[in-house]
């Protein structure tokens, strides 16, 4: 439901003249829809105020992202936003129910999105300087809508596609800070795994680089049961972005098909990412500069895998091996 009445705490006027602070001369609206429930979220549009818990929040566009290989699909309910109290951005994300069901292997994962899930781990990392950060209020229908801080800089997989060196020099030279970074990152996982909480959604673009070089965590509204390990599409996720900074970008044998055919008769199906096969896992058979420790976390990963990790503390502890091994290299 949506109103162009005056709301208990802000004249039309007033906010007006709040928005005018923000806005190009002439943007501002004659006359503004006020939203106090966030139910059917495609009617929340770009220049209506969003009314949560007293504050205005000036709606702006739509997000998009990429998905399982579709790129720039919109996410109408995830709006960017001005604080009108102090002129700064925010995302605002509204309730979207959505299940689906995700197979690595022979394992099979149940997933939700779940906004009192994200609620809850905003509550948890606040302060965190390894997550996304913000808070959540409820509508006037009682939804969990959640106000996040945007992060200036770029997706982890922007970055890193953005090097464009060749692969030993970016091994040798870039791959060690990354590695470092990367560290960081897992253990900000195990942080939440040893608070009984889960990211549910890791991936390389759920990755910010900021501006002043910390890498942060985002949207973690999905959540996913499996009656064997708790933890393990978390680590599958963590696995995958391993494979991914190791190699600087996907390595597929379309690509090496283009620039080394001859690469290809050293592949198997056993040697490619256990989740996606048209990937290489093995990249040690790509790549034989690649330390042994190294490739054997890849390989964790990878279609041959029989034994994977039970948790964020066993793959640190390989991960740091490596690290330390890769530095005396």
Known sequence: MQTTIDNGTYTQKELREMIARYVEHGRVPRKLNIVTDTSDFYRVDYDDVLMLDGEPYLIRHYEREGRFGIAEQPKFW????????DGKKKIIKMVFPEKFRVR?????????????????????????????QGFS???????????IDYIPGMTLDAFISGIGQGHEDYFHSVFPSILDSYITLVKAIGFLHRHGEKHG??????????KNGTYQWIDFDFNYWHEENMFGYDLFGL????????????????????????????LSADDMNIIFSNRVANLKKIYPYIPEALNHILL???????????????????????????VND
Request: hydrophobic share 40%; net charge neutral; glycine share 8%.
């Open 78 to 85: 995830v709006k960017r936003a001005i604080d009108l109290t």
């Open 104 to 132: 690595v292997g022979g394992l099979v994962f149940d997933c939700v999105r779940s906004s009192a899930k994200e609620a809850r781990i905003l509550d948890l990392v606040r302060g965190h300087a390894s997550f996304m």
């Open 137 to 147: 209020a409820r509508d006037s229908a009682g939804n969990i809508v959640r106000v």
């Open 201 to 210: 959604d890791i991936r390389r673009d759920h990755i910010i680089k900021e």
């Open 239 to 266: 696995g995958n972005i391993l494979i991914f900074l190791t190699g600087c970008g996907d390595v597929t044998p379309h690509v090496l098909g283009k620039n080394n055919s001859r690469l290809l008769d050293r």
């Open 300 to 326: 964790h990963f990878s279609s041959r895998a029989s034994i994977f990790y039970d948790d964020t503390e066993q793959f640190l502890a390989d991960l740091q091996e490596a690290r330390e091994l890769f």
